[in-house]
């Protein structure tokens, strides 16, 4: 026994990741998705200081521009897989033949998407959330107007992101985070301090960002000087890339839409529940990535490294890092949720509102930190290693089920049949981590995972 633990963590075989390779990527991935969370939770600390009616409406409206950024994100994520395990099988010209496939397909959606719902944002809104009070739907048309405009430079800025990681290197899409919050931020001080533009400024200042490091690090994919790019693809358009991204990136992207669907739905629930609840429940929305990025930014290294493993069809070496990667998020989670519960007053009282909105935000902030380190990690980090085999399509038909059993099925019950509110609707979806995280850890012991390809 005590030889097999120490074999676990001795992961240094031939080709392997050392856990130093590990951490190298993992840092970057921490910092680059705190980074992005921290722009959408910007434009509310910006929307609080106007009003509990501008917090409520651009609240709204990031649950929608979730659905539509992960739907495209998901996409991207089927061009990673097929380039890191035609990467693990040594071949880089069938690695670059996917990654222009994935930059291609999953442009030319966003574009779609964007025409579409520029057409009557109006429409749009209130058909998913209901129609508010007229103040709040205002500044959601506001920001949502401006915001979808930046879809297609974000799609360029996915799939190079994912591109780089699939080859191990985090640097460059922590790099372009970087940049693209440091654009927003100057430009979000510039159009609501200096200009006061207000809601309007926080969607310019995205855009204007997005269309800056899109431009930027779609010049540095393309000059070829990376194991894969763009240059290095020997067709022009792969059609069999292009069919094998969409069987992983499709159920992916159907998972994140409708699971942010999910949330729209319940965020039908909170509107009905008045203005603190719908403030606060905006709030803490945006507070929860502090809580959970650590779980996801090791299921965005098992993605990669899981993937290489399947592509030398190395199962068991595959599974060894699972299990040791998994180790390593759930103490993670631990370390920074311990962190969160501590200075939660201080985290709290960034936001502007009410003093019952503010308390009922700790409420639920303090709710999700004590769940997420038992159940984040096996309800949304393991995941990451089906996807990473091929296996996309269960992931996407369990959360599918899950939300719509608990999170808006039980939330219904608790939040508006027992009147509990916003509260009512976190318990929910507590129980649907606990669902999640029993279904993927049966399905990852049994093995079926493990015999799923894409190449």
């Given amino acids: 026994m005590k030889q097999k633990t120490k074999a676990l963590f001795q992961l240094r075989a031939p080709g392997s990741f ?45 649950s929608i521009d979730a659905m539509m950024k992960t739907f495209l994100s998901g996409l991207a994520t089927g061009g990673s897989v097929l380039t890191a395990q035609w990467i693990g099988q040594g071949n880089l ?30 429409w749009f809104i209130c058909t998913l959330l209901g129609r ?6 205002g500044y959601a048309i506001t920001y949502f107007t401006v915001s979808v405009l930046s ?14 990681r699939a080859q191990g290197n985090t640097r460059v899409p922590m790099i372009a985070s970087v940049s693209l ?28 960002a997005a269309v800056l490091t899109s431009g930027w690090i779609f010049f540095y994919m393309a000059r070829g000087k990376t194991e894969v790019s763009f240059r290095r693809s020997g067709e022009r358009i792969a059609w069999p890339q292009i069919l094998r991204s969409f069987q992983v990136g499709l159920p992916v992207a159907l998972e994140n839409a409708l699971f942010q669907l999910g949330l729209v739905v319940v965020q039908r629930f ?6 603190v609840d719908s403030a606060a429940h905006g709030i803490a929305k945006q507070l929860q990535p502090l809580s959970y990025l650590p779980g996801q ?5 098992m993605l990669v490294v899981i993937g290489r493993c399947i592509g030398k069809a190395d199962k068991e070496q595959a599974k060894r890092y699972a299990i040791y990667i998994m180790g390593l998020c759930f103490a993670s989670m631990l370390f920074v949720n311990i962190f969160c519960v501590a200075f939660v007053n201080q985290i709290v009282s960034l936001f502007g509102g009410a003093e019952e909105t503010l308390a009922l935000v700790k409420w639920l902030f303090l709710l999700y930190c004590f769940c997420a380190v038992p159940l984040y990690a096996p309800a949304y980090a393991l995941p990451y290693v089906l996807r990473g085999a091929g296996d996309a399509s269960f992931p996407m038909i369990v959360s599918t089920a899950t939300m719509f059993a608990m999170r808006i099925g039980v939330a ?31 399905r990852f012991v049994g093995g079926k995972w493990l015999n799923k390809r894409v190449i």
């Avoid at 508010?132 to 739907?137: N, R, Y």
């Fill in 18 to 62: 050392s856990n130093r390779e590990l951490f190298a990527m993992f840092f970057p991935i921490l910092l680059e998705q705190l980074l992005i969370n921290l722009l959408a939770m910007a434009d509310t600390l910006l929307a609080s200081q106007l009003s509990d009616t501008a917090t409520a409406g651009v609240s709204h409206v990031i």
């Fill in 93 to 122: 010209k069938k690695a670059s033949d996917a990654a222009r496939a994935s930059i291609l397909s999953t442009g030319l959606l966003a574009v779609l998407v964007t025409a579409v719902l520029s057409v009557s944002p109006e």
């Fill in 132 to 137: 508010p009070d007229d103040a709040t739907l």
């Fill in 151 to 164: 879809y297609p430079f974000l799609a360029v800025i996915y799939c190079c992101n994912a591109t780089y």
């Fill in 181 to 208: 919050l440091l654009i927003a931020l100057g430009l979000k001080i510039l159009l609501t301090s200096v200009i006061p533009l207000g809601v309007l400024g926080c969607g310019l200042s995205n855009l204007i």
């Fill in 270 to 275: 909170v509107i009905s529940y008045g203005v």
């Fill in 297 to 301: 930014g090791w299921g965005m290294v």
């Fill in 412 to 442: 219904y019950v608790l939040g508006t049949t027992l009147h509990m509110g916003a509260r009512g609707l976190w318990i929910a979806m507590v129980l649907d981590w606990a669902a999640r995280a029993a279904i993927f850890t049966i």
